[in-house]
Nanobody, 120 residues
Framework: QVQLVESGGGLVQPGGSLRLSCAATGSIFTINRMGWYRQAPGKQRELVAT???????NYGDSVKGRFTISRDNAKNTVYLQMNSLKPEDTAVYSCNALGYDLSRVVFDSWGPGTQVTVSS
């Protein structure tokens, strides 16, 4: 079983910055892809950013140029640096990891989510 724990959410003013972290623990053989998704009240979940073990990166259109995703493969941790935050970035941000456990079984795990609120 693979568990994800997010940290770094909170309240920030428009134009401010936050850094989210997500650490994966458990019976991990390899994590092929880690990423962040978000869901605002009344809206569908949307892609924020994903990064593969080879550091191939994909961003959602609404965050390009403002957010930066990175990962530490040795620590099974993914980070999301969020700059120039806007009120419309307010959402619950959830971490996702896709890979293989020690039994070589595929896992697709989600963290519980962390609230990001952008407001003055």
């Amino acid at each position: 079983q693979v568990q994800l724990v997010e940290s770094g959410g909170g309240l920030v003013q428009p134009g401010g910055s936050l850094r989210l972290s997500c650490a994966a623990t458990g019976s991990i053989f390899t994590i092929n892809r880690m990423g962040w998704y978000r869901q605002a009240p009344g809206k569908q979940r949307e892609l924020v950013a994903t990064i593969t073990s080879g550091h191939n990166i994909n961003y959602g259109d609404s965050v390009k140029g403002r957010f930066t995703i990175s990962r530490d493969n040795a620590k099974n941790t993914v980070y999301l640096q969020m700059n120039s935050l806007k009120p419309e970035d307010t959402a619950v941000y959830s971490c996702n990891a896709l890979g293989y456990d020690l039994s070589r079984v595929v896992f697709d795990s989600w963290g519980p989510g962390t609230q990001v609120t952008v407001s003055s």
